[in-house]
């Protein structure tokens, strides 16, 4: 009897194959229909037309955040990892069942630019993940919302549309947006949001965003921006000294450009114009208080009243201080009295001034000092015409260099002092319009040409004893007699010889003889010594020998001095 051959285990799997269409046609690797036999604890076991039934995990078939609701004689599609395991089960998965057929239906949606439905069911480095019906995509975090969002827990497990940005099937990659939905809505609520809406409208709508230079103001879908300019009549240095993020707040539309959906809002249009009627209010002339609200470098702002301010110009802010920068005269907040001096209600300016509310330093200074007072002050500055004198009221007053000193030339008479040095004037003229102080200072010195030179008697040419009083590098101060005019003698005038024009040769207080050779301009005498040698040389030989004499020049002189003498 012949024996009987049974089949091998590969020549059975070969016969199933061929059963099912071959090796290529095989159940692995495929999504197949299966019935659900049983439900051991959380696996559900399940029949897909094989030698043995396989087991998949219960959660597979639940919704993320649910529970599943299988039960027995269910029919589901899983797929087929592979037909035997070592135990003799058949491997499936229904999570790998509905991934492939995600993704199939996600390449379709994905060249359609269709939205898909997904649940964000988990939060991963950089994004968090979706689940868009079985294939696991990848949410950015600046892929979540228009605006960033610091916490995503109310939008998890919710079923939502997403757009797909990006994805590969080979590697398993997709990458989703849910911000490119909001905006697309969003686009499309603003186009017919912004044309129920018409410029000169008062609406309400919530701050969304506050920026140094004003705050973004949501409408209802669309934003408009509040301008920090437009946001009160007064000063306002930053938006949140006003307003505050999730503030409702009521605004006027302004402006309304269609073509670029950008609108311009304002808050002080609903409030009264404070300058309306300014001219009235403030006229010129008038004094009022103030606060100082900004500093800059050409003057300083002045608030008036609640969205009033004024400048106070650097030029108009003190009588005495010029040149320096306003911050030195007044701070921020500062109360100050100021004077109306311009209003341009038009222009919306107001010019003010801080040094006309106080007294004018300059008539203070002329009712105190009438021409021909005395003043005494410090020299502040000296020039190449004259000398600044600091004088009481904090103004100054300048002696010309003609008016320092008598019979030196002015270049000289600068010399004479130095800056910080104490000195007396007079005061010749005052000019209170162009804020000028004429002083001088030579008409105090001793023996000053007027009257005291005319009644003195000097003339040209006369032989006068003097006093030396000063003693310079240019000459010599002196006065003739004991009360007498002051006058100078140059240094080329000491004598005929060289040796004897060294002014250090003569001492104050002594007495020499020289002749009134002539007077300034101010009819100050001018001295020589060296012309009262020659004219005593000339008398000398006149009276006393001849050139044909046969005398000595030293015989002369002698026999001159000696009948002086006698």
Request: glycine content about 10%; cysteine-free; proline content about 3%.
């Amino acid at each position: 009897m012949a024996s009987t051959a049974f089949p091998s285990r590969d020549d059975f799997a070969a016969m199933l194959n061929e059963s099912l269409g071959g090796e290529d046609g095989g159940f692995e690797g495929r999504v197949v229909k299966g019935t659900v036999t049983g439900i051991e604890n959380d696996m559900a076991v399940i029949d897909v037309g094989l030698k043995s039934e396989g087991r998949v995990a219960l959660r597979e078939f639940a919704a993320p955040g649910q529970k599943a609701t299988l039960k027995i004689g269910d029919e589901v599609e899983v797929y087929v990892d592979r037909v035997e395991n070592a135990n003799g089960e058949a491997m499936l998965s229904r999570d790998r069942a509905r991934r492939e057929a995600a993704w199939d239906k996600l390449e379709s949606e994905f060249s359609e630019n269709a939205r898909v439905e997904g649940v964000i069911f988990g939060r991963v480095k950089g994004g968090f993940t979706v689940d868009l019906d079985g294939a696991v995509a990848f949410l950015p975090g600046s892929q979540v919302d228009i605006r960033p969002v610091r916490d995503v827990t109310p939008l998890m497990d919710i079923p939502q549309p997403f757009q797909i940005l990006k994805m590969d099937r080979r590697r398993g990659n997709i990458v989703v947006s849910r911000r490119a939905i909001l905006e697309e809505t969003r686009a499309e609520q603003r186009s017919g949001l912004i044309q129920t809406l018409h410029e000169g409208q008062v609406i309400e709508g919530v701050v969304k965003n506050i920026t140094d230079y004003g705050a973004f103001v949501d409408l209802g879908g669309i934003d408009g921006l509040l301008h920090v300019t437009d946001l009160s009549y007064k000063r306002v240095n930053h938006p949140n000294e006003m307003i505050n993020i999730g503030d409702t707040v009521r605004v006027q539309i302004i402006r309304i450009n269609r073509d670029t959906q950008r609108i311009s809002l304002g808050m002080k249009q609903l409030e009264s114009d404070p300058w309306e009627g300014a001219s009235a209010k403030y006229p010129i002339g008038a004094k009022l208080s103030g606060r100082v609200t900004n500093i800059t470098e050409y003057g300083a702002f002045v608030e008036l009243e609640p969205g009033i301010e004024g400048l106070v110009h650097v030029s108009e802010m003190s009588w005495t201080k010029k040149n320096v920068h306003p911050g030195k005269i007044v701070s921020t907040s500062q109360e100050v009295d100021v004077i109306v001096l311009e209003v341009d209600q038009d222009k919306r300016r107001i010019s003010l001034g801080l040094k006309q509310a106080q007294s004018n330093p300059w008539d203070s200074f002329a009712e105190r000092h009438p021409i021909g007072s005395v003043v005494e002050g410090e020299v502040k500055n000296a020039t190449e015409f004259g000398l600044f004198i600091g004088l009481d009221g904090d103004v100054d007053g300048m002696v010309h260099m003609s008016d320092i000193a008598w019979g030196i030339s002015g270049e000289d008479a600068l010399n004479l002092h130095r800056k910080g040095e104490m000195v007396q004037a007079v005061v010749l003229d005052i000019d209170v319009e162009k804020e000028r102080i004429s002083l001088g200072m030579k008409q105090l010195e001793k023996g000053a040409p007027g009257a005291a030179a005319a009644s003195s008697g000097l003339n040209k040419g006369a032989t006068v004893t003097v006093t030396v009083l000063e003693v310079r590098d240019g000459g010599l101060e002196v006065q003739a007699g004991e009360d007498g005019a002051t006058g100078f003698i140059k240094r080329s005038d000491l004598g005929r010889d060289r040796d004897e024009q060294r002014p250090d040769r003569f001492q104050v207080g002594q007495k020499v003889d020289a002749m009134v050779i002539g007077f300034d301009r101010s009819k100050k005498p001018n001295f020589s010594i060296k012309a009262l040698q020659i004219a005593e040389e000339k008398q000398a030989v006149a009276q006393y020998g001849s050139s044909d004499s046969g005398a000595s020049l030293g015989d002369i002189l002698g026999e001159a001095l000696k009948q002086k003498a006698e």
